[in-house]
């Protein structure tokens, strides 16, 4: 699933292509919304909170859209080929000079401008908010705290104790920590894990690579994250990995039993 600098860079992206521009054709081939046409209407600028897109309208409309696993955005200029099957196409979105297509999105919703709170309105505060303040890691640190025998790599999932956290930076902050993710809350320090979050996404909120470890050669920007092959970068060691939470929230993960403490699966 991305994670939440991903989304901010395509939500910076489809901003840039789209603000200020009117709607030749506005499509969706959604079974809620195929009705639904927006062309004619203008496009007032894209926003982000955590992993969501939010994509508003003249006449006080919203599109709300998710990735997900696999969901994408793609900007073309007009009457360019695209690049994933025309089935994939789940929203299109065209000027005079630009087209945007939102292929395999989830989660499609049109809402008043002034209801994007009730989509949205749930999540802790957004890692990337460009008006972030003490305020903002004070409440996320709380949260964390709020439950301190859940293990922090389900909690740092939890995109209502702070938001944008995917399953990378769940493993990455875990080992940069040096804590296993089946470590409980209470034994690591909230405000240095919220910290943490907010540096990593805000030093790849602007590229599409992501790292972690500070070497963008290839092979080398991550700590343990992917790394069954290679070994840990730190140690050399070997990384093991092993599913952490329940059902749809199940995820792999990712940890060295060198560097990490803290209890894991058998």
Same mark, same amino acid.
């Given at each position: =699933? ?6 901010? +860079?395509?939500?910076?992206? !489809? ?6 521009? $009117?709607?030749? @054709? ?17 496009? +007032? ?13 003249? &006449? ?15 900007? /073309?200029? @007009? ?22 297509? &939102? ?9 008043? $401008?002034?209801? #994007?709170?009730? !989509?949205?309105?749930? +999540? ?10 003490? #305020? ?17 790599? !389900?909690? +740092? ?11 990378? /930076?769940?493993?990455? =902050?875990?080992?940069? !920590? ?30 599409? #690579? ?9 092979? @080398?920007?991550?700590?343990? /994250?992917? @790394? ?8 050399? &060691?070997? *990384? *093991? ?26």
């Amino acid at each position: =699933m991305p994670e939440g600098d991903t989304v901010f +860079l395509a939500g910076k992206q !489809l901003d840039k292509a789209l603000a200020g521009k $009117t709607l030749t @054709r506005g499509e969706f081939r959604h079974p809620a919304l195929a009705t639904v046409d927006l062309a004619g209407r203008d496009v +007032l600028g894209v926003g982000t909170v955590g992993k969501h897109l939010l994509t508003r309208f003249s &006449g006080d409309l919203t599109l709300h859209s998710h990735l997900k696993m696999d969901g994408t955005w793609r900007i /073309y200029p @007009r009457g360019a080929s695209w690049r994933f099957p025309a089935h994939h196409a789940r929203v299109i979105l065209m000027t005079e000079d630009i087209q945007a297509i &939102g292929f395999r999105l989830h989660d499609l919703k049109l809402v008043p $401008t002034k209801e #994007e709170h009730t !989509l949205v309105g749930h +999540l802790g505060p957004d890692l990337l908010d460009p008006q972030w303040t003490d #305020e903002h890691a004070a409440r996320a640190a709380a949260a964390l705290r709020a439950n301190p025998t859940r293990e922090l790599g !389900l909690a +740092l999932l939890d995109q209502r104790v702070m938001a944008g956290v995917g399953n990378l /930076y769940k493993v990455e =902050m875990c080992f940069i !920590l040096g804590v296993t993710p089946w470590t409980p809350v209470s034994e690591v320090d909230a405000d240095k894990v919220v910290a943490l979050g907010r540096k990593l996404l805000l030093a790849n909120a602007w590229r599409h #690579e992501q790292c972690t470890t500070g070497d963008m050669g290839r092979g @080398r920007r991550n700590w343990v /994250y992917e @790394r069954t092959r290679q070994g840990c970068f730190r140690c050399g &060691g070997k *990384v *093991v990995v092993a599913d952490q939470g329940h059902d749809v929230r199940k995820r792999p993960t990712w940890f060295c039993p060198r560097c990490q403490a803290g209890p894991a699966p058998a």
